[in-house]
């Protein structure tokens, strides 16, 4: 069973960055696919971005291409989220995922292709 733990969070300004991490343990990590997602208050869980278990592919919500950037490096079994000029509404709690099959790379937009999930991190943008 994989865990993953998120860092990197906190208060920044309108136009900042902040750069997100996601640890993970247990399972081969590089055989999986991961995503971001983001909850704010009172809103549902939302995807921000994702990439394949290779690194090859990578995609992004509307709202955040072009500003963020997600990365991965498998021998370090680490994920990371790269939030460049932030707006007010990225402000959320923002959680690391890893899917539930080795090599799967569909789906990845919903929730339920993900089985595992971090504890979140708090991203708060001042404007």
């Known amino acids: 069973q994989v865990q993953l733990v998120e860092s990197g969070g906190g208060l920044v300004q309108a136009g900042g960055s902040l750069r997100l991490s996601c640890a993970a343990s247990g399972r081969t990590f590089s055989s999986y696919s991961m995503g971001w997602f983001r909850q704010a208050p009172g809103k549902e869980r939302e995807f921000v971005t994702a990439i394949s278990w290779s690194g090859r592919s990578t995609d992004y919500a509307d709202s955040v291409k072009g500003r963020f950037t997600i990365s991965r490096d498998s021998a370090k079994n680490t994920g990371y989220l790269q939030m460049n000029n932030l707006k007010p509404e990225d402000t959320a709690v923002y959680y690391c995922?890893?899917?539930?099959?080795?090599?799967?790379?569909?789906?990845?937009?919903?929730?339920?292709?993900?089985?595992?999930w971090g504890q979140g991190t708090q991203v708060t943008v001042s404007s």
């Open positions: 995922a890893v899917q539930s099959a080795a090599g799967r790379w569909s789906g990845y937009d919903a929730t339920r292709a993900y089985s595992t």
